[in-house]
């Protein structure tokens, strides 16, 4: 057999490309050529056959753990670019607002007091009010309005809410097991 140079090979290939008869070599790794799918069923086998890894040799558990960290680490990257991204929609959504937004108006954050308002349903104990807060909900997914009703404790220091009385009223420090928020006005009277 002569030896074989590139200028040989090159020869080779176009005249099996002209007359359409495979090479000499065929590669090692080449699979044998199988009749081209024609039904529905055997295109879907044909791309799942395509995207299935190929089968490996033994693989120590050191190369195991190699790849888990890879693909550990390659997540992580994800993950840590999607947050910066929605860290930036964030900033710019807020920076949009702008000035138009009030100090009372903001959403409460940390060192900020809630800041809940209700209706009085009792006013019997003394410096003591409770508030029936009602909250109207549409439920995200399935669209249905849902209604709850929260019943807090406040703290009423001159006694001057009464029975049916709509008060605003902020969060505290803890006054006793019960209350935690303190009455700061009272917005319409009971008729």
Do not use: F
Not at 135 to 151: A, D, E, L
Not at 165 to 187: A, F, G, N, Y
């Amino acid at each position: 057999m002569a030896e074989e140079t590139p200028d040989n090979l090159v020869e080779e290939v176009e005249t099996a490309a002209e007359t359409g008869e495979p090479t000499g070599e065929a590669p090692a790794t080449a699979a044998p050529s199988t009749p081209k799918p024609t039904t529905r069923r055997e295109k879907l086998e044909a791309r799942r056959e395509a995207r299935r890894p190929q089968p490996r040799g033994e693989v120590s558990p050191e190369q195991r753990e190699e790849e888990r960290q890879a693909r550990r680490a390659a997540t992580a990257k994800q993950r840590r670019a999607y947050r910066a991204k929605l860290k930036e929609r964030r900033a710019a959504k807020g920076e949009a607002k702008g000035p138009a937004q009030t100090e009372s108006t903001k959403e409460h954050g940390p060192g900020r007091p809630k800041v809940r308002q209700g209706v009085v349903t009792s006013a019997k104990g003394d410096k003591t009010i409770t508030v029936k807060i009602d909250v109207v909900q549409r439920h995200r997914r399935y669209h249905k309005i849902m209604r709850s009703t929260t019943k807090l404790y406040a703290h009423d220091e001159a006694n001057t809410a009464g029975e049916g009385d709509t008060v605003r009223i902020v969060e505290c420090r803890p006054m006793s097991r019960s209350k935690r928020w303190r009455l700061t006005d009272v917005l319409e009277r009971a008729k």
